[in-house]
DNA sequence: AGGATTTTGTTCTTTATTTCACAAAAAATC
DNA sequence: GATTTTTTGTGAAATAAAGAACAAAATCCT
């Protein structure tokens, strides 16, 4: 098993790769992929060794085998289903931008609180109440959610998720979640963030 | 000057404290700290020593003077002004959700590139084009910035932002920016969360 | 008042992560 | 074909972060 901060320079990797102006095809060096991605090269190499694909001295890496080896990584094999928790502010925002980004990754379930958002369409999604979560999140089998509800509910709803077969959550809650060994966590608190980034813009 | 992840744990004892059940004033003991921040006692103690106040042995830590020097360190002497560059799903999502969460941080204007989204007021804030960057951020001595454009532009606001004199960037493009030393960034790519837990959440 | 007990502050270990540095390998050049 | 050059893969060193452990201090109890 690859550790998160591995995982996320792998992700990053590729993207530069597909995003690199230069031909998708032809050869790369682990210094040029530093430069893309803002790392070092010797953290490249090594990044690339724990997948288990090598290059080759001189000619460097290969663009298409890279991001063979790397798709294997990162991309689910086939379709994985995502649920979305709250559909405020922050949860439509990040519904509409991220819907159709990846081939195989896309929100398929809505969950909500409110009566008045609920057992509806939501930019192409249907939304179920929270109650539901034991019953839908199953039967579509999701293993990946996002908690967009306000602190108060999140630990209620990060429970109904586990329980109902969740292994991996996003929080945008303001609250640190309880949650079982196992269940891989990432807080993405927006107030938490730009308090800590107003500290560092004022030192100096 | 205090690292990151010490900043980030304080925000969060501050947090922890505030909406912590128990009565705001009395004393709390850094292991009951622990609990409610997640972390550990000892990590708890070392941090709460990085900002020069002490407990004391037996009682623990005050609440109240916790509390007051958390904020000390925290909270921005005068009230701070944010900039949020780009008024698409994402942006708009963030203005509406954090918009008078924090009583000295604020979001206090608003750029897009879009003619149709610019010269406007949007849930109270006033939108500019992005080449009002250089005049508008210094006016308004911003030093804070989101940016929530997509990938391609956002180099390019980064440099306008930077230039105008922003210290620290909330950054929701899927690019890592170049920026010069002493730049403040955090990176907040939903496609590369989704994609990271995803890997973890199917790693049985 | 004196001993028992509990909690802080802090040093010392341990663990994790990154960088350095170089041998091995392969293409390019002569 | 031999030599030079350049780049990978990786062991060793350096750095950073977290945890364990304990002396010092202060309350509580008798």
Redesign the pocket.
Known sequence: MI????IERLILYRRSLLMDGEARSGQ????EMAVLAG?????V??D??AIG?????????DRQALLRALGEMIDPPEPESVALVGVGDIGRGILHYFQGRRPRLAIAALFDKDPDKVNRVIHGCRSYPVEEIARVVPSLKIRVAIISVPGFAAQDVADRLVNAGVRGILNYAPIRLKLPEGIYIENRDVILSLEKIAYFARQT
């Open positions: 550790n998160p901060k591995v790369i060096y682990s210094h790392v070092s090269a010797p953290q190499r090594r690339v060794m694909y090598s290059g080759s001295p001189i000619t460097g890496y």
